[in-house]
C-alpha cells in the first residue's frame, strides 16, 4: 500500500510538469490549429537554455526568468517566421514543418551541448529527502512541484482574466467572429507559440533538475501527445488533468509491469492507453466532437 | 497528358501505354543502360550512395501509398521495414531458410503487423491516425524489439550477419556491386507494380478515399477494407526494404528503425512531392545526394572548425530539418512538380504558347 501510495504522488508530482507542457500544446492547438510535433524540442531548448544562465553564475529564480524571456522571443520569431505562413495549408504541411522544426532545434541543442549528461551544479534544490510517514520524496519533486503549479495558476488566470487571454480564447471560439471583432489574429498565434515555449522551456528545466539533462529530456515532448489526446485536444482543463494521469500512469506501469517484462514498459505505457482511450472516446475527457460532413 | 501531334492510337492497349512515344522510349532506354552501366563503372563509393537511394526510395514506397494516395498520414513506418529486416534476419540466422524465401516472409509480416496497427483507422483519422501510427512505432520497435526480439538466443550477436550469409541460389551478395543490382530488381518490381495498382480498381478506390472518404463511401466504396489494404501494401513494401536494407547491414539492431527515420522518409516524400512517384525517386536522391554533399563541404571547414566534424551527425539532421521546412515554404508540391513544370517548358520551347 505505502509503494501505491508513493507511487501515485510521485506521478501526481511529475505530472504537474507534463501537464506544464501539455498546456502550452493544447493552447498552440487551441488557437491556431497547429498540430505541434516540435513540443518535446522546445523542453530540451529551454532546459538548455536556463543550464547555460544557470552556470554563467545567475541565481536560479533569474536564470529561470530569463529563459522565460528568451523562451518569449524565440516563440514570437518560429511564429512569424515558419508557422505564419502555414495559415491554411493541409494538415500534413503543417504537422510536418513542426517535424522540421523539431529535427532543426534538436540538432542545433546536439551541436551546442553534446549528447553527455549535464546536472545543475550546485544543485539547485536541498538533496535530503522529505518523508511523511513511511513514504520519502526528493525535494526537488515537491519543488518542481510547485513551480509547474504556479505557473499553471498564472496562465490560466491569463486565459481567465486578462484581456490577452480572453482575445486568445475568443479566436480559439470563432476566429471568424474574434476577427470582426477586432481582435488580431496574428497576435493570439503569436502569443500562443510564446506562451508554450515558455512552458515548455519551465518543463524542461524542471525535468532536467530531476533526472539530469540529456537529449532525452526531449522524449517528453512526446509524452505529451497521450496526455492531451486524454484530456481533448482542445481543452486546457484537459491537457492538465491529462498530463497529471498520464504521470501517475507512467509510474504506476514503472512500479508494477516492469517486473513483469524485461524493461521499457513505463515509455511505452503512456501510448498504448492512448490508443485504447483513442478508441473509445477519441474526444478525450472534454474535447469538441467534431461532426464531418462532405 | 502532353502528346506531341501525330502520335495516334489504334488500340486501347497502346493508349494505355506507359510508354507511347519513341522519344520517351529513348529516354527510358538510357535511363535503364545508365542504370544497369553506367553507375556500377563509377566505383565503390557512389555504389554505396546507390544503395542508400534505393534503401530510402524502397522504404519511402510505402509511405508514399499511404500519405499521398490514401490521405492516412503515419508516423511509424520504420516499425514495418523493422518487422521485415528482424523476420528475415531470423527466418536465415535460426531457420535456415534462404534469403528470398525469408525476405517474402518478412514482408508479409511486416504487412499483417501493419493491418493491426491499421485498424484503428477504421474509426479514427488524421491526427489520431498519426497518434497510432506513432504508437506502432514505440511499442515495435521500443519494446518489443528491444526488449524481447534483440535477446533472442543471446544478447548482442546473434543479429550479426558475417559477408557471405546473404545468397541467393548460387549468387552470394557480399560486394556493393552485388548489393547494388539486388537493389536495382527490387526498387523496379516495387516501383513497376506501384504504378500498376495504382491504375486499377484498389488504386483509384484509395485515391478517392483520399480525395474525401465520406464521398468514397457513399459512392460504393467499402472504405475500412480499402484502407486495411493500403496498411497491407505499404507494410510489404516495408518490410521488402528492411529485408534488403539487411544485405548491406553487419548487424541488424534497432537503432536502424527509430522514430527519427519514420519522421525521415515523410520528410522525404514531402521533398519529393507528395502523390507521385516521381516524388519518392525525386526525394530520396535529393535528400541523399545533399547529406554526402554537406560532408563534402565540410570536411575542409574542418581543420578550422573541428567542431564540425564532432557534431556532423547534428549538421546532418539540422540541414535535413531546415531542407523539410524551406520546401513546404517555398515549393509545397515538391520536386515532383518542378519536374512536371520542367518538361512542360520544354514541351512547347522555344515557342511559349
Not at chain 1, 2 to 30: C, D, M, N, P, R
Not at chain 1, 86 to 105: D, E, K, N, R, Y
Not at chain 1, 236 to 247: E, L, S
Amino acid at each position: 500500500m505505502e509503494t501505491f501510495l508513493q507511487l501515485i504522488i510521485t506521478g501526481i508530482l511529475v505530472g504537474s510538469i507534463y501537464a506544464l507542457v501539455a498546456l502550452g500544446w493544447t493552447i498552440i492547438y487551441k488557437c491556431s490549429g497547429v498540430l505541434n510535433l516540435a513540443m518535446g524540442e522546445l523542453t530540451l531548448l529551454g532546459a538548455y537554455v536556463c543550464l547555460a544562465f544557470y552556470t554563467w553564475g545567475f541565481p536560479f529564480p533569474v536564470a529561470l526568468l530569463a529563459t522565460l524571456v528568451v523562451g518569449f522571443v524565440l516563440g514570437l520569431l518560429t511564429e512569424r517566421l515558419f508557422l505564419r505562413r502555414m495559415i491554411g495549408q493541409p494538415v500534413l504541411a503543417v504537422i510536418m514543418i513542426t517535424a522540421g522544426l523539431s529535427f532543426f532545434f534538436r540538432a542545433v541543442v546536439g551541436f551546442i551541448w553534446g549528447t553527455d549528461t549535464r546536472v545543475f551544479t550546485p544543485q539547485v534544490f536541498p538533496t535530503e529527502p522529505v518523508r511523511f510517514g513511511k513514504m520519502v520524496l526528493g525535494q526537488v519533486y515537491i519543488w518542481s512541484f510547485l513551480a509547474a503549479l504556479v505557473l499553471l495558476v498564472i496562465f490560466v488566470a491569463f486565459f481567465q482574466y486578462s484581456r490577452w487571454g480572453l482575445s486568445m480564447q475568443a479566436t480559439a471560439d470563432d476566429e471568424m467572429a474574434a476577427l470582426s471583432l477586432g481582435v488580431s489574429a496574428k497576435r493570439v498565434y503569436a502569443l500562443a507559440w510564446a506562451i508554450a515555449f515558455m512552458a515548455a522551456g519551465v518543463g524542461g528545466t524542471l525535468l532536467g533538475n530531476i533526472n539530469g539533462l540529456n537529449i532525452s529530456v526531449g522524449h517528453l515532448g512526446i509524452l505529451v501527445l497521450p496526455a492531451v489526446v486524454l484530456g481533448g485536444l482542445n481543452s486546457v482543463p484537459g491537457a492538465i488533468v491529462g498530463g497529471i494521469v498520464i504521470g501517475i500512469l507512467q509510474n504506476l506501469s514503472g512500479g508494477y509491469l516492469e517486473q513483469l517484462t524485461p524493461g521499457g514498459v513505463k515509455e511505452i505505457a503512456p501510448f498504448v492507453f492512448m490508443v485504447i482511450i483513442m478508441l473509445f472516446r477519441p474526444y478525450g475527457l472534454w474535447g469538441w466532437e467534431k461532426i464531418e460532413r462532405v | 497528358m502532353y502528346l506531341p501531334s501525330g502520335v495516334y492510337h489504334e488500340t486501347y492497349r497502346a493508349d494505355n501505354a506507359w510508354w507511347q512515344t519513341t522519344f520517351v522510349r529513348a529516354k527510358m532506354a538510357l535511363l535503364v543502360v545508365l542504370l544497369l552501366v553506367g553507375v556500377p563503372l563509377a566505383g565503390n563509393y557512389p555504389l554505396s550512395i546507390a544503395n542508400v537511394i534505393g534503401y530510402t526510395i524502397l522504404s519511402a514506397l510505402g509511405v508514399q501509398l499511404l500519405i499521398g494516395y490514401c490521405g492516412m498520414i503515419t508516423l511509424g513506418h520504420a516499425a514495418f521495414i523493422a518487422v521485415g529486416a528482424y523476420v528475415t534476419a531470423i527466418g536465415m540466422l535460426r531457420y535456415g531458410l534462404p534469403y528470398s524465401v525469408s525476405m517474402v516472409l518478412g514482408a508479409i509480416l511486416a504487412g499483417l503487423w501493419s493491418v493491426l496497427f491499421g485498424l484503428p483507422s477504421a474509426k479514427v483519422k488524421g491526427f489520431y491516425l498519426i497518434m497510432t501510427t506513432m504508437a506502432a512505432q514505440f511499442v515495435t520497435v521500443d519494446f518489443i524489439i528491444t526488449q524481447y526480439v534483440s535477446r533472442v538466443g543471446g544478447r548482442g550477436h546473434y543479429f550479426s550477419l558475417p559477408p557471405g550469409t546473404i545468397t541467393i541460389g548460387p549468387w552470394v551478395i557480399d560486394t556493393e556491386l552485388k548489393v547494388y543490382y539486388l537493389m536495382i530488381c527490387l526498387v523496379t518490381l516495387c516501383t513497376v507494380g506501384m504504378a500498376n495498382l495504382l491504375r486499377t480498381r484498389v488504386g483509384r478506390a484509395w485515391i478517392a478515399i483520399r480525395d474525401n472518404d465520406i464521398a468514397a463511401e457513399m459512392m460504393g466504396v467499402n472504405v475500412v477494407r480499402y484502407k486495411l489494404l493500403a496498411f497491407f501494401v505499404a507494410g510489404v513494401l516495408g518490410g521488402i526494404a528492411g529485408a534488403f536494407w539487411i544485405s548491406s547491414l553487419y548487424v541488424v539492431s534497432a537503432e536502424h528503425f527509430q522514430f527519427s527515420w519514420s519522421i525521415w522518409i515523410v520528410g522525404v516524400i514531402l521533398i519529393g512531392g507528395v502523390g507521385s512517384l516521381h516524388g519518392v525517386i525525386f526525394g530520396s536522391v535529393f535528400v541523399t545526394v545533399l547529406l554526402e554533399a554537406l560532408k563534402f563541404a565540410v570536411i575542409p571547414l574542418s581543420d578550422a572548425f573541428p567542431a564540425l566534424s564532432t557534431g556532423f551527425l547534428y549538421i546532418k539532421e539540422g540541414v535535413f530539418g531546415l531542407a523539410i521546412v524551406l520546401f513546404l515554404l517555398y515549393e509545397p508540391h515538391g520536386l515532383a512538380y518542378r519536374w512536371q513544370q520542367f518538361k512542360n517548358y520544354f514541351n512547347l520551347w522555344p515557342f511559349a504558347y
